[in-house]
Nanobody
Framework: QVQLVESGGGLVQAGGSLRLSCAAS????????MAWHRQAPGKERELVAI???????SYADSVKGRFTIAKDNAKTTMYLQMNSLKPEDTAVYYC?????????WGQGTQVTVSS
């Protein structure tokens, strides 16, 4: 079993920045997918950013150029740097790590962007 602990959410004004962290209880080498998702009230959970084991990244169109996903293998921690935040970025953000057998989810962290 893998434990994921998220941190870094909070309340920020539009245009501000936050950095989310996702600390894993197991090293990253067995995971082939590491991603951030978000779910706004009344909406389905959506993929925000993804990074694979070789470091290649991909982003949802809505966050391209504003969000950056990164990982630190030594610290077994994944990050989501969020800049130029907009009110529509308000959501609960979840990290997900996937190996060949399972997907593991963090508990979620609330991000609220005020206008």
């Amino acid at each position: 079993q893998v434990q994921l602990v998220e941190s870094g959410g909070g309340l920020v004004q539009a245009g501000g920045s936050l950095r989310l962290s996702c600390a894993a209880s197991r090293n990253f080498f067995s995971f082939n997918i590491m991603a951030w998702h978000r779910q706004a009230p009344g909406k389905e959970r959506e993929l925000v950013a993804i990074i694979n084991s070789s470091g290649s990244t991909s982003y949802a169109d809505s966050v391209k150029g504003r969000f950056t996903i990164a990982k630190d293998n030594a610290k077994t921690t994944m990050y989501l740097q969020m800049n130029s935040l907009k009110p529509e970025d308000t959501a609960v953000y979840y990290c997900r790590l996937g190996d060949r057998y399972n997907n593991y989810w963090g508990q979620g962290t609330q991000v609220t962007v005020s206008s």
